[in-house]
């Protein structure tokens, strides 16, 4: 019997077409980077998109500084202000990047009597909102400010939506959050 017919013999038999089926290498590196491929391009993305929010955070962050300082100072003043004045400022700034959408920026800046009434709690809500009402209301010389950002940057991959456990709005959108306090300079 010649090899090629002993070899179609040992095929008729099952448990020996198993045994080389499972022998056979042809094809392991296919199935290598099938199982691979997919857990590494979402890690590479997940870190695309964190280094991506990280510098929006940034810039909101420079932004609302920038801008706070300007009321701190008295270059901005409540009589030289337009109603969207504070709004297209900040996003001019943070418009660096084309994703960036200025309807989902929300802006709350008020004005108090004293530091212990400026609210610390509830400035983010459970569904990734300003749980403050938008509005602008400058105060004058020496009094106390407080501005609250929020932009609501969406969430690609699911490792910054896991990321924050407090908030879990459901259209997967990681809220980007920057609060100033600061009393006015006593301008005249």
């Known amino acids: 019997m010649s090899r090629d017919q002993a070899d179609?013999?040992?095929?008729?038999?099952p448990q020996k077409k198993f045994r080389l089926f499972f022998r056979d290498e042809?094809?392991?590196?296919?199935?290598e980077f099938a199982l691979v491929v997919f857990p590494f391009l979402f890690l590479i993305f997940a870190i695309i998109e964190l280094g991506i929010s990280f510098a929006m955070q940034q810039m909101l962050n420079f932004a609302v500084e920038d801008i706070s300082r300007q009321f701190y100072t008295g270059q901005l003043r409540e009589e030289n202000l337009r109603p969207d004045s504070v709004k297209s400022s900040i996003c001019k700034k943070i418009s660096i990047l084309p994703i960036v959408d200025c309807n989902k920026l929300s802006i709350n800046l008020d004005n108090y009597t004293?530091?212990?009434?400026?609210?610390?709690?509830?400035?983010?809500?459970?569904n990734g909102?300003?749980?403050?009402?938008?509005?602008?209301?400058?105060?004058?010389p020496s009094t106390i400010n407080q501005i609250n950002v929020l932009y609501r940057w969406p969430v690609m991959t699911n490792i910054l939506y896991y990321l924050n456990p407090d908030v879990k709005p459901a259209d997967r959108v990681l809220p980007l959050f920057i609060t100033v306090t600061w009393q006015n300079e006593p301008y005249s």
């Open 8 to 13: 179609t013999a040992d095929l008729k038999h």
């Open 26 to 31: 042809k094809g392991v590196t296919a199935v």
């Open 114 to 126: 004293s530091f212990s009434e400026v609210p610390v709690k509830n400035l983010v809500t459970k």
């Open 129 to 140: 909102e300003l749980g403050l009402p938008q509005t602008i209301n400058v105060g004058g």
